[in-house]
């Protein structure tokens, strides 16, 4: 194996597009180093990102909303100054993931191209209505943060490509936003994860718009529609937030493993999703974080 | 394919070989005999591994040797200066957070760079950078005590 260090995009592009499948992207290295240890990838040339340092840059602005680079560490999401600000709900998802450890290593770049079942940032961007933009030396593409996730552990990223920038518009920073995660070790993965991103009408009362964003059920991550299309515009209550949250535990698609059954994890999501949809209600969250 | 670094471990500079693929736990161990880096699970959970890469805490089993190049790595050989322990080590063998001692190198470098970063943490602030390590033998109360006292100590000036 061969390993690479462009020293700038343009570069590490063209070694992209030269080595097609052979070549293999190294972020953090946090997930990669594991499927390299095990076999499960054997890449001839192994391209390693840590020299792009523009793609650590956040940046914010009121046009544009908040942007991150693609090599972003998972421990700088968690203590930016600018992502609390803007962000907290991305900011406090960043910090339940895994150990301080993997997070000082760990990018967000990496983690949604990885895509691991459970994986807590890709619930929260979907939340969030993020996009993200992907390079190669054919051009840019820009993506909504759901269409990335194609399948089980796979991504539309293409083997030339570079998921270079996640971009959370402006009308989805500050007002009620939680995740909330279950996990039976705080190390781990979520079991369930939920997202919720929500807006209330002047009456304080009414759901005007809402978006949520699932993990850890499914092979992929998702956006939960049909329980949004039972909150939008209507009146939020208990019951209305009840019936939400068993739809989308009616809909779910969760696997049995060493960490939960497919029953326990149905279960949890429509206790998460409840606990979640209240916390977006009425900013009563807290209480049931892992 | 063998490549050409140089690694700044603990102050000094090696000049090594190595292989694009292996881990710096691995160079660390069998070319530099720095044991002090324990292999454990090998996937990130355990901590027992744990290295500082210019001062802050990660698993070597997931570093690449070729990527820590240029970079300061401190392993637990590296704490002690004149043969004087480092506060945090003399406090885990004072408040018996030490028994088989496997884990210890990881949880003491790990309570280093929380303590050099933040003087004065709250437990819970210790029991959060402390997740990414795991003792089997210890329970994890005394660990704890022991990075709040040292914590004390290095704040009181009796230690560095
Ligand atoms: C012990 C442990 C516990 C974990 N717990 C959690 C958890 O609780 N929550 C959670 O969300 N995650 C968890 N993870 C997963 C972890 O957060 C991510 O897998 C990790 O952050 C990946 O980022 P990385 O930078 O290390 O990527 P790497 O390991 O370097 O790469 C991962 C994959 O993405 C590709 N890739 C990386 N960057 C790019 C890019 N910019 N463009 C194109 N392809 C790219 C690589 O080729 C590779 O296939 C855990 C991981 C471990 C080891
Ligand atoms: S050996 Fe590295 S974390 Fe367990
Ligand atoms: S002292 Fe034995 S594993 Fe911690």
Known sequence: ??????????????????????????????????MLHLGLVRPAVLVSLQRLSDLTAIAYDPKGGL????????????TSPLVRQHCPMLARTSSLIASVHVRMLGTLGGNLCHNLPGADPPPALIALDATVLLASTRGVRELAIAELFSGFMETAVRPDELL???????????????????????????????AVRLKLAGDGVTCADLRIGVGGVSPTPYRAGSAEKILRGQRLSR?????????????????????GSARYRRKMLEVFMRRALTGGWNGDGAAALC | MKYPVTLGVNGESFELL???????????????NLTGARRGCESGYCGACTVLLDRQPVHSCSVLAVAAVGKEITTIEGL???RQL??????????????????????????KALLD??????????????????CRCTGYAKIVSAVLNAAGKVRAGEGR
């Open chain 1, 67 to 78: 942007r991150l680079g693609a090599m972003t560490t998972q421990r700088a999401i968690e």
């Open chain 1, 164 to 194: 270079t920038e996640i971009r959370i518009p402006p009308a989805s920073l500050g007002g009620r936003a939680v995740y909330l995660k279950h996990c039976v070790r705080s190390v781990d993965p979520a079991l369930v994860g939920v």
């Open chain 2, 86 to 111: 480092h506060p945090l080590q003399e406090a885990f063998v004072a408040d018996g957070a030490i028994q088989c001692g496997y884990c210890s190198p990881g949880f003491i470098l790990t309570a």
């Open chain 2, 80 to 82: 002690a200066v004149n």
């Open chain 2, 18 to 32: 190595v292989e694009a693929h292996k881990p710096l736990l691995h160079v660390l161990r069998d070319d530099l």
């Open chain 2, 117 to 134: 970063g933040e003087p004065q943490p709250d437990s819970s602030t210790v029991r959060e950078w402390l997740k990414g390590n795991i």
């Open chain 1, 239 to 259: 019951d209305s937030i009840s019936a939400a949250s068993a739809v989308a535990a009616a809909e779910c698609d969760p696997i049995t493993d060493a960490h």
């Open chain 1, 1 to 34: 194996m061969q390993y690479v260090e462009p020293g700038s995009l343009t570069e590490a592009l063209q070694t992209l597009s030269q080595n097609g499948e052979e070549g293999k992207v190294l972020a953090g290295g946090q997930s990669l180093l594991l």
